[in-house]
């Protein structure tokens, strides 16, 4: 991280990719009522929405531990590479 904003530049990243993950993410909760049906559509959702959570909570983990063991520059390149990757995979299953 030689670059005098490179820091900027990574977290501009992680914004950017966040937002398109995001707009993405949201058709995704139509998917339970379309396989489940009406009746147990929201069951699925709310399954699915607790996942969500398990995940965050786990990457909460193991970012603590990667900003213990490493530098915050390092933290912040990982989490711009998932972004990035994550973005992509999206856009793929999309179309």
Known sequence: MSCRYGLFLIAITI????GTIQA????????PGQILG????????GIMNGYQYVGASLSGFFLGWW??????????LLLAGVCVLSSLVSVAIRR
């Open 24 to 31: 993405l993410e949201t058709p995704l909760y139509l998917l």
């Open 38 to 45: 009406k009746q147990r559509g929201a069951t699925g959702v």
């Open 15 to 18: 914004f950017i990719c966040g």
């Open 67 to 76: 900003q213990d063991e490493f530098s915050v520059g390092s933290m912040l």
